[in-house]
């Protein structure tokens, strides 16, 4: 099984105040890092292209994000960089912390995931974060497993 990317404390809870401001918004962003690390040192914080542009009928910024246009350009240009992103990172406004089927979906295809990296969620509600998972890919599952929670 893949081990979890270290995320430090500080920087969970930089994505944490992120969720905070954007609530009852989904945030969205990721988190990058050397290459041959095992951790990741730096947030980038996205806007949830979702407002403005809805990819899935019945669905709004509470309940699905999108990061697109010079956003995801700079997302996927990391990878040809020493600090690619590491992490892709989202909110639940329901408290959860999961990867939902449509998560799932557009984080990879049946050879594997779309980007090289690792997801977080993070479940919030109106009062407080609730919980944080984070999820890896595994050749094995065919599918992100789950790897790490914080309460």
Known sequence: ???????????????Y???????????????????DADAVDGAVACRNAWVADPLVGGRTADTAYAIAGAELLAFARTFDTPR??????????NGRAYLSALDR???????GPVYPVQQLVI?????????A???????????????????
């Open 133 to 151: 998972a984070m999820f890896a890919w595994s050749d094995f599952a065919r599918d992100f497993v789950e790897v790490a929670r914080w309460c």
């Open 17 to 35: 105040a992120h969720a905070r401001a954007v609530f009852p918004a989904e945030c969205c962003g990721y988190l990058v890092g050397p290459r």
């Open 105 to 111: 979906e557009v984080a990879a295809t049946p050879a």
């Open 84 to 93: 690619p992103a590491r992490v892709v990172y989202h909110s639940h406004g």
């Open 123 to 131: 479940g919030i509600t109106a009062a407080h974060i609730a919980e």
């Open 1 to 15: 099984m893949t081990a979890a990317i270290e995320v430090p404390f500080l920087l969970r809870a930089a994505v």
